[in-house]
């Protein structure tokens, strides 16, 4: 079945850019810059859906769930760069987020155009993949790729919490899905170049997403990352001035303390706070669930 394409706002004409093939350089950049600074705005106007995507996706994972991002092209990489970038971050398994692209992993770096219009992918796609209490975000800046809006409602159909990232009002990918977060960036500078606004909207909405879930997970400590992997010594300096930040102490201090507690973050923050040894900090985070606020207050109620 053919497409308006004339009725969706993501390939709609922009009047402030008509002009922009005869344009110079700068006068280039700053329309393009004019229209992004439209992008965080149009984002703000979803704030309650998004809220309440981030609430839905922490109480799956917190219950062994998992998330999974589902798009085409641009959308897809987009997922895939958001997941992918968990596990450093935060510490997470790498099965804890995954993101899922029509054409499979060489679309994201060559494009397989054609794969979004399938809708037994979408669906193949998922079926292997997903469980009753996973997440499932299918991202579609169009909100009318069969590919994804097929991997959404079969992910719906079996139990998943499914939530639609889209620039276009009303579209069928979001009235597919549970929850649906449609900020309305308007036309893109170039006609349908939707890996320009429509991205940027796409990859602030999915940010949100992700570190609100990580947050509500108890792997932030006040705003430090402190289940970060400290795999190299950029990370490793990183992981001891976050220490330092959160209880006060040196950098001296806080690398003694990072050994006597394996170099786990967590454990020597709690560690130091409650003045507690490694072992009792240790058994205080698995308490709390992995949230150091709650674990320092373990610890010091055990050594009172």
């Known amino acids: 079945m053919a497409i308006d394409l004339s009725k969706l706002v993501t390939e709609s004409r922009l009047p402030e850019s008509m002009e922009i093939d005869q344009a110079d350089a700068l006068t280039i950049a700053r329309v393009i810059n004019d229209q992004d600074k439209r992008v965080a705005l149009a984002v703000e106007q979803e704030l309650?859906?998004?809220a309440r995507a981030i609430d839905l996706i922490a109480e799956r994972l917190?219950?062994?769930?998992?998330?999974?991002?589902?798009?085409?092209?641009?959308?897809?990489?987009l997922g895939v760069l958001d997941a992918s970038e968990i596990p450093p971050t935060y510490g997470a398994n790498p099965d804890l987020i995954q993101g899922v692209i029509a054409g499979g992993w060489r679309a994201v770096f060559e494009t397989q155009e054609g794969a979004e219009d399938s809708e037994?992918?979408?669906?193949?796609?998922?079926?292997?993949?997903?469980?009753?209490?996973?997440?499932?975000?299918?991202?579609?800046?169009?909100?009318?790729?069969?590919?994804?809006?097929?991997?959404?409602?079969?992910?719906?159909?079996?139990?998943?919490?499914?939530?639609?990232?889209?620039?276009n009002p009303s579209s069928p990918l979001a009235a597919a899905a549970d929850v649906a977060i449609s900020p309305v960036v308007g036309p893109e500078v170039v006609m349908g170049s939707t890996r320009m606004k429509s991205g940027t909207a796409q990859k602030m909405v999915l940010n949100m997403l992700s570190t609100g879930a990580m947050i509500k997970m108890g792997k932030v400590y006040t705003n430090l990352m402190v289940d970060m992997q400290a795999s190299n010594e950029k990370l490793r300096q990183r992981a001891l001035r976050m220490v330092s930040l959160a209880t006060g102490v040196d950098e001296e201090a806080a690398a003694a303390a990072m050994e006597r507690c394996g170099s786990n973050t967590k454990m020597t923050i709690v560690s130091l706070m409650a003045d507690v040894e490694a072992d009792v900090a240790a058994q205080a985070l698995i308490a709390a669930n992995g949230f150091v606020h709650k674990a320092i207050e373990i610890a010091k109620e055990q050594k009172a």
């Not at 809006?149 to 919490?161: K, N, Q, S």
Request: net charge positive.
């Open 48 to 50: 309650p859906n998004i």
């Open 120 to 167: 037994e992918l979408g669906i193949g796609d998922v079926t292997g993949r997903i469980q009753p209490q996973d997440a499932v975000v299918g991202i579609a800046a169009s909100g009318r790729t069969p590919y994804t809006i097929a991997a959404v409602v079969e992910a719906r159909r079996r139990g998943c919490v499914t939530i639609a990232v889209t620039n």
């Open 62 to 77: 917190q219950a062994g769930g998992r998330l999974f991002y589902v798009g085409a092209g641009t959308s897809g990489r």
